[in-house]
């Protein structure tokens, strides 16, 4: 059943630990650029493992937790289906492709990272990377851009950080409370 | 060796802060990692951040190569396990109340209340890795380029990364 929230997929359905482990090794090694839109793929789509609504709904948690977003999918996930084992599976299939691969390139870059023409490559890799991150920021930043008073708690974390470089745990002490205050007072 | 306890305690750290996603802590681990324990340059840490950028996976496999500049294998997995075990378990405690809570006020208040801030870091991560890629000019007008391609077309990020290394390659730039 592809029911409400899972509660109902408890039965012999299930995906075993092994599918849990195969499925997101899938998502490890194909996840190029942000690895979100390959989860709801194979969980949803591929697998059924989840409906559309529960997947929205679980991601909605995992991106309310700290700690990185599909890392934290992947343990609710196997948690759900296989208590802590399900966990380790989805886990450690999510994270080993990925982790030997960034080893191995690391080790290249190391090797050869001090000639000049894969200096130059990478200077310019490096500064593509920032336009990355820079539309990634514009793109999560364009909901709010009607809001006047999210906007300017989104420039005074930005710079807390960057122009008065707060350390990011103080600067978050006073933040995150400041911001859900004017969140529910807004909301009142 | 003796840098074990501190890549462990800096991610350990990280990962409990990182509300948002892990783009979020970027800010702080370029401080850290460059200004407080001087473990590399800010040109350095922008390398490896694009270089995790450029490989498959979760985008926080940074910390991975910090931690192998750092103390080679040993520390990157100290760095990779301590940025994710905090927050992996805390998803693991909360996971199964979470949905009894879906609906809740609070919930979405506090939900509602993080984003803008969460976006202030985001911004803020993107602002010092910029200032550490951009080395003239020329490389700043390609980040540019980038973003505003990322920002406007659905051109994948791979293509438009390796285009960045292409060009930088070139000696164009």
Redesign the interface.
């Given at each position: 059943m592809l029911d409400r929230?899972g509660?109902d997929r408890l039965g012999a359905d299930r995906p075993t630990t092994g599918a849990l482990f195969a499925g997101f090794f899938s998502i490890?090694?194909?996840?190029?650029?942000?690895?979100l839109p390959w989860a709801r793929r194979m969980i949803v789509e591929q697998r059924g493992w989840l409906s559309a609504a529960e997947f929205t709904?679980?991601l909605?948690?995992?991106?309310?937790?700290?700690?990185?977003?599909?890392?934290?999918l992947s343990?609710?996930l196997g948690?759900?289906f296989r208590g802590?084992r399900g966990?380790l599976a989805a886990?450690f299939g999510?994270?080993s492709?990925?982790?030997v691969?960034?080893?191995l390139?690391?080790m290249i870059?190391?090797q050869y990272?001090g000639l000049p023409?894969?200096r130059?490559?990478?200077?310019?890799?490096?500064?593509?990377?920032?336009?990355?991150?820079?539309?990634?920021?514009?793109?999560?930043?364009a909901p709010?851009r009607h809001k006047a008073?999210?906007?300017l708690?989104?420039?005074?974390?930005?710079a807390?950080?960057?122009l008065l470089?707060v350390?990011?745990?103080p600067a978050?002490l006073v933040?995150?409370p400041l911001?859900?205050?004017?969140?529910?007072r807004?909301?009142r | 060796m003796s840098q074990l306890p501190a890549l462990a305690g800096l991610y350990a750290?990280?990962?409990?802060?990182?509300?948002?996603?892990?783009?979020t802590?970027?800010?702080?681990m370029q401080?850290q990692v460059v200004n407080v324990h001087g473990w590399m340059t800010g040109?350095e840490f922008?390398?490896?951040?694009?270089?995790?950028?450029?490989?498959?996976?979760?985008?926080?496999?940074v910390s991975?190569?910090v931690g192998?500049?750092v103390a080679g294998?040993p520390g990157?997995l100290i760095a990779?396990g301590s940025?994710?075990a905090?927050?992996?378990l805390?998803?693991?405690v909360?996971?199964?109340a979470?949905?009894r809570f879906?609906d809740a006020?609070w919930?979405r208040?506090?939900?509602?209340?993080?984003?803008?801030?969460?976006?202030?870091?985001?911004?803020?991560?993107?602002?010092?890795?910029?200032e550490?890629?951009?080395?003239d000019w020329r490389?700043?007008a390609?980040?540019?380029?980038?973003?505003?391609?990322?920002?406007l077309t659905r051109l994948?990020?791979?293509v438009?990364?390796a285009?960045?290394?292409?060009?930088?390659?070139s000696?164009l730039?």
């Open positions: 929230a509660v490890g090694i194909c996840g190029f650029g942000g690895v709904d679980l909605a948690l995992c991106q309310f937790l700290p700690g990185p977003n599909v890392i934290n343990v609710a948690s759900r802590a966990a886990f999510l994270m492709a990925p982790m691969i960034i080893l390139l690391g870059y190391e990272g023409g894969v130059h490559m990478f200077a310019g890799l490096a500064a593509a990377a920032s336009g990355l991150v820079l539309s990634t920021a514009l793109k999560i930043a709010l008073l999210d906007v708690m989104a420039v005074g974390s930005w807390a950080i960057v470089h350390p990011l745990i978050m933040l995150a911001g859900i205050l004017l969140a529910a807004g909301r | 750290q990280l990962s409990l802060v990182a509300v948002g996603g892990g783009n802590v970027l800010p702080e401080r040109q922008a390398a490896l951040y694009a270089l995790a950028q450029a490989a498959p996976g979760p985008n926080m496999l991975a190569l192998w500049q294998l990157a990779t940025f994710c905090p927050s992996s805390l998803s693991y909360v996971s199964g979470w949905y879906r006020r919930r208040v506090v939900q509602a209340g993080l984003t803008p801030v969460t976006v202030g870091l985001v911004m803020a991560g993107a602002t010092l890795l910029t550490a890629t951009s080395v490389f700043a390609l980040t540019a380029a980038v973003t505003l391609v990322l920002t994948s990020p791979l438009v990364l285009g960045g290394a292409a060009l930088g390659a000696g730039l």
